[in-house]
């Protein structure tokens, strides 16, 4: 910068007497930016105040320096660059009703269990890409939502990385009610273009994750799903977080899940023991993707390996009742 200074003031030397005016007003310009520390902070910030209007005779000169001086002042303000970091902070106080586990200072088999659960997947992410994750079940009442959010929560607390829980089911949102957030708006006023993506996400604090619900739904819910408006959606939230956990409707009664699979990288499936019977298990592997299934998470399981402390008989995931 010292060199730039030096410079300039042999150059404006050599003008004509004309240009004095313009000279001394360049230098005390160039002392004042001098004297700002270096860093593109302070650059961005810098303000030029009291621009002096400048003379017919300063003008003809052809002061380069006098048209410096001749421009408005402006700031430069550092751009708003949207991210999950601008989403509303929610304190959420879990009921015992809301099963989740997976809190911190849970230390029950169960929330070891799904402990397991996130170390397992953290390991197949080296073998194949694996950021959204999608959690489905056969049929209603086999207890997909509840893994869904224990699973989030695992994820975050434990990896201390960006995870959102995304409510795939429209129709009839079960994680909105496990965290409270009926009322809130979600994908629904996203995809009819009412909120941005950051206006519809919330951020949790306690379980720390970020959560993406479904609100309130208007007309055909598949219809909506398949505006066209999910995929960009997908992308934005894929480059934004570490962990995607959708949580969506049953395959088998409804056509809505198959918006998901299409957008996830790997699929884990819910069943529960003395709900699933063999065929509707077998009609749900097949109306998936081979490819995509990653593994299936046993609900209610009644006969473990007891020398597993991971399992126990006595702490059984409970129904998810509001599913659809």
Request: proline content about 6%.
């Amino acid at each position: 910068m010292s060199q730039i200074f030096d410079a300039l003031q042999r150059s404006e030397s050599e003008r004509s007497g004309g240009a004095g005016v313009a000279k001394a007003r360049a230098t005390e310009l160039l002392q004042r930016a001098e004297q700002v520390p270096s860093g593109r902070e302070q650059w961005n910030t810098l303000i030029v105040e009291d621009s002096p209007v400048i003379s017919e005779q300063e003008r003809a000169a052809g002061s380069v320096s006098a048209e410096l001086l001749a421009a408005p002042a402006t700031r430069v303000e550092p751009e708003r660059v949207e991210g999950p970091m601008q989403c509303e902070v929610i304190r959420i106080y879990p009921s015992t009703e809301s099963h989740l586990v997976a809190l911190p200072d849970n230390e029950s088999a169960a929330s070891e269990a799904f402990h397991l659960l996130g170390v397992r997947l953290r390991h197949l992410r080296r073998q194949r890409p694996l950021k959204k994750v999608l959690v489905t079940s056969t049929i209603p009442q086999e207890g997909k939502s509840t893994v869904a959010a224990n699973l989030a929560c695992t994820l975050a607390l434990r990896t201390q990385q960006k995870v959102l829980l995304l409510e795939g089911d429209i129709r009839r949102p079960t994680q909105s009610k496990i965290f409270g957030l009926q009322l809130r708006t979600g994908i629904c006023s996203w995809l009819n273009g009412e909120n941005s993506l950051i206006d519809s996400m919330y951020r949790l604090d306690g379980p720390g994750i970020w959560i993406l619900p479904a609100g309130m739904a208007t007309g055909n819910s598949l219809e909506l799903l398949q505006s066209g408006r999910v995929i960009p959606m997908m992308e934005q939230l894929t480059n934004w977080f570490d962990w995607v956990v959708i949580d969506s409707p049953p395959i088998l009664p409804l056509a809505d899940t198959s918006v998901w699979t299409n957008m996830s990288d790997g699929i884990l499936l819910v069943t529960r023991q003395g709900t699933t019977q063999k065929k509707q298990l077998k009609r749900g592997l097949e109306a998936l993707s081979n490819q995509k299934v990653i593994g299936a998470v046993l609900n209610s399981a009644k006969s473990v390996v007891h020398s597993d402390y991971y399992y126990r008989p006595t702490n059984r995931l409970p129904n998810d009742d509001a599913e659809s």
